[in-house]
Each structure stands twice: as structure tokens, then as C-alpha cells.
């Protein structure tokens, strides 16, 4: 287990020492030069030039990259270009709306696709199969900006049990935060539940087909509890790895269900900052993202070590 974990620990530091290089250089080669962005079209030479020299555009691209990855470290994200203003507490603003978010999508997926995958699976080729399948088919087909639109017309504009869009905060109280997000996490929810069900009935298809199971099955359990005891851990595994894209995908991919309900996340916050050539929100805010990707990934691989006790044991 000791070797297990200092392989993912070591792979995990390198994938965000790789992921910064990548970020930093794809972000420096972007055309255009902040600076004259903010400063418009007439601006003069000596004052682009003073800008940069002020927002550190002047110094050498290695000594940029060290600075800024010194200061994530220490949590300083830098100051914008645009507002002036900590990009650290930006996004501290915006993930209080994305992070919640998120995790309630991602649990209503769950709560969704486990219960569905497993129906499906004990009842193949059958009636509640089939549609099982039909519906995961519809939801995977359909984008979530549509399930949004109407999502809002239902339970918004006609039924008037929540608003159409829009944060209050959650100094406003929590029943009323979570109210607000409640539509935006089933949209967001829905297509991702559909995909989720697919491979847990698929997993649990290949895991009951195996010898182990029939076994399980000739020493007496019946086909419910080969099911429960055997067959839904072992199809676990390719379960957490889209679990955990999955949550990666609803922590940064939201950005057209923010757009829709008009909700302050970090999908528009990086909308915003690439509009406004805000290059050093891009890179911190794409930076923490892809390191939220990384650390969701390392506790997957934790959880299959925990599914699987193989893994432990390996060297």
C-alpha cells in the first residue's frame, strides 16, 4: 500500500508541474499584449510601456513563470489586470457558487445512475431495460442548456416554485442558496446521470458474467445477493474513474448553465477574463482547475485501492 501511494503521489506532483508548463506557455504565445488591451487602441508607446513595466509584463518569461508558481504555492494568485483587485479573492467568490454547485450535481447524478445502472442490469433485455435505456439514450442526446431552458419554464415561470436565475448568497441563508442552484444542478445533472447509468449497467453486466459470480451462485446465494455482496463493488472501479471526470467536468464545464441562470461561477469568471484578456486570472483560475482535476484523480485512485484490495498489494 506504501508503494502504492508514493507512486500516486509522485505522479500526482509531476502531472502539476507538467500541467503549469503547458498553462503558462499556451497563455505567453496567446496574440496580443494586455497591456494595449486595457489601455485601447490610442494609447501612446510610453504608456503601454509603463503598464507592462507595472503589471510585470517586462520581465523574462522564466522569471514570470517562477514568480507566478511561487505565488500559487503560497496561495497568492496575483492581481488582475481588469479590476485590480486579488485574483485569490475572486475566486474565492466564485467557487463559494461553483464548488456547491457542483457537489450537488454530482450527487443527484449518483443518486440517479446507481439505482438506474443496477435496475437495468438485474432486469436485462426486459421491459424496465429497455426503457431505462431509452431515457439514458434522450438524456445523453439532449444538451443540458435545453433541459435548463426548460427547467425554467416549468418550475420558474409556470409553476413560480423558484426564480428563473441569479444568486442571492449565502449570507441570505443556505435553504435559499441551495434553492437557487437546485435548477442549475439538475440541468447539469441529467446528461451526466444518463452517461453514469450506461457504464454502471454495463460494469455490472461484465462483473455477472464472471466465474466468481456463478459460483456465488452454486454455493447457494441467490441471484440478488451475488449481486449485492459481489457483482456492484467489482463494477465499481470504471464507475469512480467517470465519477471523478465527471465532478471535474461539473467544477469547470458549466460555464453555458452559468450563462443561463445568470449565476457569479468560475465557468464566467474565466468567460469574463478571457473576454477582458485578463491573462493572469486565465492562468490561475485554469491552473486551480486543472489541479482540482488532478487531486479528484488522485482520490479516485484511492478509492480503487479501497474497492480493490489487489491494488494494495501490488508493488
Not at 34 to 52: E, F, K, Q, S
Request: proline share 4%; aromatic share 8%; glycine share 8%.
Amino acid at each position: 500500500m506504501i508503494r502504492y501511494m508514493i507512486g500516486r503521489v509522485t505522479s500526482l506532483c509531476l502531472s502539476l508541474v507538467v500541467a503549469s508548463l503547458v498553462i503558462f506557455t499556451v497563455v505567453e504565445i496567446v496574440p496580443g499584449d494586455p497591456a494595449a488591451y486595457m489601455l485601447g487602441v490610442n494609447a501612446r508607446p510610453d504608456t503601454i510601456a509603463a503598464l507592462r513595466t507595472e503589471l510585470g509584463l517586462d520581465l523574462p518569461t522564466v522569471q514570470r513563470y517562477f514568480a507566478w508558481i511561487s505565488g500559487l504555492v503560497q496561495g497568492d494568485f496575483g492581481i488582475s489586470y481588469t479590476y485590480r483587485t486579488p485574483v485569490a479573492q475572486m475566486v474565492a467568490d466564485r467557487i463559494a457558487v461553483s464548488l456547491p454547485l457542483a457537489l450537488l450535481a454530482l450527487a443527484i447524478t449518483v443518486a440517479i445512475a446507481f439505482p438506474a445502472g443496477i435496475y437495468a442490469a438485474s432486469h436485462r433485455g426486459r421491459a424496465g431495460d429497455l426503457g431505462v435505456m431509452g431515457a439514458t439514450q434522450l438524456g445523453i442526446a439532449v444538451p443540458n442548456f435545453w433541459f435548463a431552458m426548460i427547467l425554467v419554464l416549468i418550475f420558474a415561470i409556470k409553476l413560480r416554485w423558484v426564480s428563473a436565475g441569479g444568486f442571492p448568497g449565502w449570507n441570505a441563508g443556505v435553504l435559499k442558496g441551495l434553492t437557487a442552484l437546485i435548477l442549475p444542478a439538475i440541468a447539469l445533472a441529467l446528461p451526466q446521470a444518463a452517461i453514469l447509468t450506461r457504464v454502471m449497467r454495463s460494469s455490472l453486466l461484465d462483473m455477472l458474467n464472471e466465474d466468481f459470480i456463478r459460483t456465488a451462485r452454486a454455493k447457494g446465494l441467490s441471484k440478488r445477493q451475488a449481486l449485492w455482496r459481489h457483482a456492484v463493488r467489482n463494477a465499481l472501479i470504471p464507475v469512480l474513474t467517470i465519477i471523478g471526470l465527471q465532478f471535474s467536468f461539473l467544477l469547470a464545464g458549466g460555464i453555458v448553465i452559468e450563462q443561463v441562470f445568470f449565476l457569479p461561477g468560475m465557468g464566467r469568471l474565466i468567460f469574463q477574463a478571457i473576454s477582458s484578456r485578463d491573462l493572469i486570472v486565465v492562468e490561475s483560475v485554469v491552473m486551480l482547475l486543472v489541479a482540482s482535476v488532478i487531486g479528484v484523480n488522485f482520490a479516485v485512485d484511492l478509492a480503487y485501492a479501497a474497492v480493490d484490495p489487489r491494488l494494495r498489494t501490488r508493488s
